[in-house]
């Protein structure tokens, strides 16, 4: 899984670095499509297939979510396809969108499921930024089911005391299982700024008032906010230490 992240995050910073630096776009836009080849290595989506039952590509027409391989690598792929309106990954970048599309409209929450029966909003930030920048890149119109999947996001899947997305939902329910952090919000409102600044911007200012902090002069990220409960974190917030998380402080420099 971490591998995959690696190869997917790097992939996306080769594509900033392309947009910050033209002159040196080719270059950049040439490293992150081999980040794209990396991962479609049979090895780096064994995790995934693993999980599921069935390899997050191949099962493409099936019913399986595969929300974090898919809709991480398609935002990777729509990012590229955006540098590169004749990428040689377009036709995946095609299926995989419109399976993740058909996926949605068939959710009753407008989620879909990581691994089996587990919900995880900044996962479906992915998928939704996916979609919203593939639309961007092609000029396809995903824009009433995204708006609908981002009502939803404010609504149910942001808590309304720190203005932070909660971590966890129920499969069942579709209520809060885990409460808000700061790995989940700040890894989420990246995503979305690929697609959709305004909420991006108001998770950014809530990250900010809610974890931002400092210890032995150093800024950093707190992974629970101050109106929470707190705890130790876990394998996504990384190591918690006096409260700041490996991943929130990451996460929210990028």
Not at 6 to 30: K, V, W
Not at 103 to 113: A, G, M, P, V
Request: glycine share 10%.
């Amino acid at each position: 899984e971490w591998l995959f992240g690696t190869y997917m995050m790097s992939g996306m910073g080769f594509g900033q670095m392309a947009i910050l630096h033209p002159e040196n776009a080719d270059a950049y836009i040439r490293q992150m499509k081999e980040c794209i080849r990396r991962i479609q290595d049979p090895r780096v989506r064994e995790f995934d297939k693993r999980s599921w039952g069935d390899d997050p590509i191949e099962s493409l027409d099936a019913k399986s979510d595969h929300a974090a391989f898919l809709g991480y690598y398609n935002l990777l792929l729509s990012f590229n396809r955006l540098l590169d309106r004749d990428s040689e990954f377009s036709a995946l970048n095609d299926r995989i969108t419109a399976a993740l599309v058909r996926r949605l409209e068939s959710s009753d929450f407008l989620l879909l499921q990581t691994y089996p029966n587990e919900l995880y909003p900044v996962d479906n930030c992915a998928v939704f930024a996916s979609i919203g920048l593939y639309d961007r890149a092609t000029g396809a119109d995903h824009s009433h089911l995204l708006r609908r999947c981002l009502k939803r996001l404010e609504e149910d899947y942001t808590d309304p005391r720190s203005g932070l997305l909660y971590q966890c939902i129920d499969e069942n329910t579709g209520k809060m299982l885990d409460g808000p952090r700061g790995s989940g919000t700040c890894l989420g409102l990246y995503f979305l700024s690929f697609c959709e600044p305004r909420i991006s911007s108001s998770l950014f200012v809530s990250a900010r008032l809610e974890l931002q902090g400092h210890v032995l002069g150093f800024g950093g990220m707190k992974e629970y906010p101050a109106s929470g409960r707190g705890g130790n974190g876990d394998i996504d917030s990384g190591p918690v230490v006096f409260g700041f998380g490996v991943s929130p402080t990451g996460f929210m420099i990028a």
